[in-house]
């Protein structure tokens, strides 16, 4: 409950499960270990890859075989599952973490923007914008924390095109990325972005809630901010979500064949 009553434990066992989401269908996307296998670049890495299940934690299904991570799933507003993919094939190993889309069923996967798109090299945190096509998202880069600059996509732009992309977070260089990996600082392994923001959720069709720093900020698409919430006694606030109603995308079935 939204008061912190009624906690219930929904998964168990040996996996870490993470970045729950709620589908139209009242099913859960999540990310989690359990497919099994581990990086190419990190085998002491587990691989992680998109689940779903019941609202219960029951019929736990594997909704992506991929062989690298994902993160971050949430659902567009057609009733697409979009996340965040780590594209491993005929690709440099760092720049392209870009969006995918997935039916609930685990069919018609596509990319959704990004896939050959260097820099920025990551795309996370991907929310829908109301009464539009476009997506909310965080631009960072690989190997770091998942805290940058706050990016809008419009995808009818094209699929990998630069003008697809809108900074609204404009004192961020969201495309100083860098060869390699890593947040270290060593000169050419060095790609952070240096951004503080994280975890943007749409609001309106040009505002938006995010976390900058541990600070709960409300800005709009022209940069304007208003801080909200601070940070006490050493610790920030994360993952701003309105407790409101909402209509729910449609549910889409019948896309598999039995």
């Given at each position: 409950?939204?008061?912190?009553s009624?906690?219930?434990?929904?998964?168990?066992?040996?996996?870490?499960?993470?970045?729950?989401?709620?589908?139209?269908?009242?099913?859960?996307?999540?990310?989690?270990?359990?497919?099994?296998?581990?990086?190419?670049c990190?085998?002491?890495?587990?691989?992680?890859?998109?689940?779903?299940?019941?609202?219960?934690?029951?019929?736990?299904?594997?909704?992506?075989?991929?062989?690298?991570?994902?993160?971050?799933?949430?659902?567009?507003?057609?009733?697409?599952?979009?996340?965040?993919?780590?594209?491993?094939?005929?690709?440099?190993?760092?720049?392209?973490?870009?969006?995918?889309?997935?039916n609930?069923?685990?069919?018609?996967?596509?990319?959704?923007?990004?896939?050959r798109?260097?820099?920025?090299?990551?795309?996370?945190?991907?929310?829908?914008?109301?009464?539009?096509?476009?997506?909310?998202?965080?631009?960072?880069?690989?190997?770091?924390?998942?805290?940058?600059?706050?990016?809008?996509?419009?995808?009818?732009?094209?699929?990998?095109?630069?003008?697809?992309?809108?900074?609204?977070?404009?004192?961020?260089?969201?495309?100083?990325?860098?060869?390699?990996?890593?947040?270290?600082?060593?000169?050419?392994?060095?790609?952070?972005?240096?951004?503080t923001?994280?975890?943007?959720?749409?609001?309106?069709?040009?505002?938006?809630?995010?976390?900058?720093?541990?600070?709960?900020?409300?800005?709009d698409?022209?940069?304007?901010?208003?801080?909200?919430?601070?940070?006490?006694?050493?610790?920030?606030?994360?993952?701003?979500?309105?407790?409101?109603?909402?209509?729910?995308?449609?549910?889409?079935?019948?896309?598999?064949?039995?």
């Open positions: 409950n939204s008061d912190g009624n906690l219930r434990q929904l998964t168990d066992g040996t996996w870490n499960d993470f970045d729950p989401c709620w589908m139209p269908d009242g099913r859960v996307a999540f990310i989690t270990e359990r497919r099994g296998g581990y990086l190419r990190g085998r002491v890495c587990p691989t992680y890859t998109l689940f779903d299940m019941q609202p219960d934690g029951s019929d736990i299904r594997c909704l992506s075989f991929h062989e690298t991570n994902e993160w971050h799933p949430s659902v567009t507003h057609d009733g697409r599952i979009i996340y965040t993919r780590w594209e491993y094939v005929d690709r440099p190993a760092c720049p392209i973490q870009s969006l995918w889309a997935i609930p069923d685990g069919t018609g996967l596509a990319g959704f923007y990004g896939n798109v260097i820099s920025p090299g990551t795309f996370m945190d991907a929310q829908p914008i109301p009464g539009t096509n476009r997506i909310l998202a965080t631009a960072t880069n690989h190997n770091g924390s998942c805290r940058g600059g706050i990016v809008a996509i419009d995808p009818s732009r094209g699929a990998n095109a630069p003008e697809a992309v809108r900074n609204l977070t404009p004192e961020i260089d969201i495309y100083a990325h860098r060869l390699g990996g890593g947040p270290w600082g060593n000169g050419m392994l060095d790609c952070r972005i240096g951004g923001y994280e975890k943007p959720l749409a609001i309106t069709e040009d505002r938006f809630l995010v976390s900058k720093g541990g600070t709960i900020q409300l800005r698409f022209d940069a304007n901010a208003v801080s909200l919430i601070f940070p006490q006694g050493g610790m920030g606030y994360y993952c701003p979500l309105p407790i409101r109603k909402t209509p729910p995308p449609p549910v889409m079935t019948g896309t598999v064949m039995d």
